[in-house]
């Protein structure tokens, strides 16, 4: 917005500005949501970059493990040090599965399950399954639609693979 380091500094010491990572700052009366990490990370991490893996799976409500970083899935080239992100690169679309919220981007239920199971090894293949299951049970998605987006991803053979875990 053009303001100036010292500027800045000035306004966080005086309550005026909160900062919520490195080079962002909010107004102090915004409401801070809990979704500002999620905005962050987008942010820092560019315009092709989507929340997914255990951050999306629980914002859906279908892990119960709260994430100690914000997974994201990037391109396979981006690389980062930033501690508080957990990348997912692939070689699938970007532009495929994913949401537009205000402020971020996060991949579909169909997307965070796929990938889920696609990254078992990352987030654990209980955790991948149980999620799927939860996600048909409470009607959060359904088996077609699944197909569907591992058709568009060109993952159906991670689909085909755990389909009779899944359904059983």
């Known amino acids: 917005m053009g303001f100036n380091q010292q500027t800045i500094s000035k306004l966080t010491l005086q309550g005026v500005l909160l900062r919520v990572g490195r080079g962002v700052y909010v107004h102090a009366d915004l409401p801070v949501s809990e979704e500002i990490g999620f905005e962050v990370a987008c942010r820092v991490l560019g315009e092709n970059s989507a929340i997914a893996g ?80 939860d996600a048909l049970a409470q009607k959060k998605t359904t088996l077609a639609k699944l197909g569907q987006a591992a058709s568009k991803l060109g993952v159906k053979y991670v689909l085909t693979k755990y389909f009779e875990a899944i359904v059983a």
């Open 54 to 133: 255990l951050s999306a799976l629980y914002h859906y409500r279908l892990v119960e493990q709260v994430p100690e970083q914000i997974w994201v899935v990037v391109a396979a080239n981006v690389r980062t040090k930033d501690q508080r992100y957990r990348l997912m690169r692939t070689g699938s679309s970007l532009k495929e599965e994913i949401i537009l919220k205000k402020g971020y981007r996060i991949v579909s239920v169909e997307r965070a399950i796929l990938e889920g199971l696609k990254f078992s090894t990352k987030i654990g293949e209980r955790v991948a399954l149980k999620a799927a299951r």
